[in-house]
C-alpha cells in the first residue's frame, strides 16, 4: 500500500513536471513572439492544441514509466496530484512575477481563452486515466 502512494505521488509530480515545464517554455515563446503579432485570444487559443498533445503523451509515458495500477483512483489521483500542483505553481509563479492576486489574474483572463484553459485543466486531471484505458485497450 506504502509503496503504490508513494509511486502514485511520483508519477503525479512527474507528470506535473512535464507538462509545466513545456507549459512554462510554450507561453515564454507565445508572450514574447506570439502575442505582439496575433493578440492574446489568439495566441492562447493556438497554444492549447499543442498542450493537449503534451498532456496526451505526458500521462501515456507517465503511466507506462511508472506502471500504476489501472484502478480509476490511482489513475485519478495522479491526475489530482498534478492538477494541485500546477494550480500552486501557476497562481505562485502569476502573483509573483506579475505581481497579481489570484482574484485579478482569473478576472483578467479573456473569456473565451479562459474558458477553454479552464476545460485543459480538467482534461489534465482526467487524461491520466483516459491514456491508461486506451493502452489498456490498444493491448
Given at each position: ?83 494541485g500542483l500546477m494550480l500552486v505553481a501557476e497562481f505562485t509563479f ?14 483578467g483572463r479573456d473569456p473565451v481563452a479562459g474558458t477553454v484553459y ?22
Open positions: 500500500m506504502w509503496q503504490t502512494t508513494v509511486q502514485i505521488l511520483k508519477a503525479g509530480a512527474l507528470y506535473f513536471a512535464l507538462v509545466f515545464g513545456a507549459g512554462f517554455v510554450l507561453g515564454t515563446v507565445r508572450t514574447l513572439w506570439v502575442v505582439p503579432r496575433i493578440g492574446t485570444r489568439m495566441a492562447e487559443l493556438l497554444e492549447e492544441p499543442i498542450m493537449l498533445v503534451i498532456i496526451i503523451l505526458a500521462a501515456r509515458w507517465v503511466v507506462r514509466r511508472f506502471a500504476v495500477s489501472p484502478k480509476a483512483s490511482s489513475l485519478l489521483s495522479i491526475g489530482g496530484i498534478a492538477l502569476v502573483a509573483w512575477l506579475r505581481g497579481l492576486s489570484v482574484r485579478d489574474y482569473l478576472a479552464y476545460a485543459m485543466l480538467v482534461l489534465f486531471a482526467i487524461v491520466p486515466l483516459l491514456a491508461a484505458r486506451r493502452s489498456a485497450g490498444a493491448t
